[in-house]
């Protein structure tokens, strides 16, 4: 009997934990409401059609010149995304959105759009897009009825800030690749079920934007870096939902450029998205590299710029110089310094020279006066005595490089026994040439096409200033007190 009982007791605890577990089964939060669910969805893709008045590159490109000799020119282009299509193709397509983008639905128990209110808010929901599936990260349960549903997404993997009932609105600022889709009409009638939202294209509401540094071809090294702001006079935008209005504001503001790593002659900036915006005065701001040697704040405004939502612009920035040569961090003049009638020039290309030593063109340390004045320096360097500050209206604009610089043209990378126009010389970074001018050894100039010496200043410990000595099969350097009455050659740099 006992042994009855407790069987009996047994089957009913099984009996009893399945029906637990059954119970637990079919309850759910959507039990006296329908869940909704979303299938991936897509955007409008990114017009290819050219927008009349925009600057198409036809127009003539804004030109900067810089105080610090790196020159600017600018022009703003409409990316009509011609490359790979042909005339007659349509101007918008469907196009996957990007992954782990996180967007949101909000309910309005409402046939359409227009009869969107505060009063007929039914709740919002949150998804995000996971490859080809989308995963809730807040779940939208409403009761039966027929829906306008408003979606809306800032283009990012950022959780959106909460929604309440108070609103038929939201912002947008530039940064953001604000997109939205309205869904009216909707009839939903199976109670404790799922219902799944099909068929959303996102519209772009703002313009695609990025801008390309470029440094001029045989005067400059590669950008290395580079980093920028963009300021428009309109900022902040809102968008409405009862009539799907996106309006934007005047309150100026600015937007961050970033470059990912860049490493060449040509970069472009990662995408930024901006609210549309006519005859916009858009300021550029950019801090780069280029040839080892850092700008700052180089900047330049666009005037009557358009920006049209749907559509991809880019800004080409072309720096250029007439000064000289950008590499192992210095701009390094067009040519050798030489003083002739009491003025000092600059020799009209980088590989000329002349082999004589009264060319003026050879000077000994901490002296300003070129060969044949042999004026025994004094051991203490003298900026004074710098003859690439004695160019005629240029005080402090050029200098001798310093020995450091030299290190750092040479640590560019350079050729041995290079020719340009029938000259050798070094070819540093493939940039700058500098010939193998010779040296004027207290008496008589000598030059064999082996060696080119130039002076730089002291560096840190340095009590004499040196000089870089080329022989054709390296390169150093040696105190002037070991030859203190040799003559060098004078390459200068920017001194700004």
């Known amino acids: ?94 196009a996957n959105m990007d992954d782990n983008i996180v967007f949101r639905v909000v309910a309005y128990k409402s046939a359409t759009a227009a009869g969107i209110s505060t009063s007929n808010y039914a709740g919002y929901g949150d ?49 953001q690749n604000f997109m939205t889709y309205v869904k009216p009409g909707v009839v939903i009638n199976n ?39 963009l300021t428009l006079p309109k900022h902040n935008a809102t968008y409405t939902f009862t009539n799907g209005t996106f309006t934007t504001q005047a309150t100026t503001g600015s937007i961050n450029l970033t470059w990912d ?6 970069v472009y900036s ?24 850092a700008f700052t704040n180089k900047s330049v405004t666009l005037s009557g710029l358009t920006l049209t939502a749907n559509n991809t612009y880019y800004t080409n920035v072309s720096f250029t110089t007439t000064e000289g040569y950008i590499i192992g961090g210095a701009l390094w003049a067009n040519g050798n310094l030489y003083k002739s009638s009491n003025q000092y020039l600059f020799y009209s290309s980088t590989e000329k020279y002349e082999a004589r030593a009264e060319s003026g063109a050879f000077f000994i340390c901490n002296n300003p006066n070129p060969y044949p004045d042999l004026t025994t320096p004094t051991t203490t360097w003298n900026d004074a005595n710098d003859p690439c500050r004695k160019l005629t209206n240029a005080t402090d604009k050029w200098r001798l490089p310093t020995l450091a610089e030299i290190n750092l043209l040479i640590s560019s990378g350079y050729m041995l026994d290079a020719t340009l126009n029938g000259v050798t010389g070094y070819l540093f970074g493939n940039t700058l040439f500098l010939p193998y001018s010779g040296y004027v050894p207290e008496t008589s100039y000598v030059e064999n096409e082996l060696r080119g010496l130039l002076w730089s200043t002291p560096g840190t410990g340095i009590v004499y200033a040196s000089t870089n000595y080329i022989n054709g099969a390296s390169i150093g350097y040696v105190l002037w007190s070991t030859f203190p009455l040799n003559c060098y050659a004078v390459r200068c740099v920017r001194n700004i």
């Open 261 to 266: 790593n860049p490493n060449a002659m040509s």
């Open 127 to 175: 998804y995000k897009l996971s490859g080809s599936t989308v995963q809730t990260v807040k779940s939208l349960v409403v009761p039966a009825g027929t829906y306008t549903f408003i979606f809306y997404s800032y283009g990012n993997s950022n959780a959106i800030a909460a929604f309440t009932n108070g609103s038929v609105s939201v912002s947008a600022t530039n940064g």
């Open 191 to 229: 109670i404790g079920s799922r219902y799944t939202l099909s068929g959303i294209v996102f519209k772009h509401h703002c313009a695609r934007y990025r801008v390309q540094a470029i440094a001029q071809s045989g005067r400059m090294g590669k950008i290395t870096a580079c980093a920028g702001t």
């Open 270 to 293: 990662g995408y930024i998205y901006l609210l549309p915006q006519t005859s916009a005065n858009a300021t550029v701001k950019l801090n780069l590299t280029i040839g080892g040697k």
């Open 1 to 94: 009997m006992g042994r009855k009982i407790r069987g009996i007791f047994y089957i009913a605890a099984i009996l009893l934990a399945a029906g637990c577990g059954k119970e637990e089964e079919t309850e759910n939060v959507f039990s006296d409401g329908i869940l909704i669910e979303v299938e991936a969805p897509q955007t409008n893709g990114w017009s290819t059609e050219e927008i009349t008045g925009t600057r198409s590159g036809r127009e003539k490109a804004i030109e900067v010149k810089g105080k610090d000799g790196l020159d600017m020119e600018i022009s703003t282009l409409h990316d009509n995304g011609s490359t790979g299509t042909t005339e007659g193709e349509a101007t918008t397509r469907w």
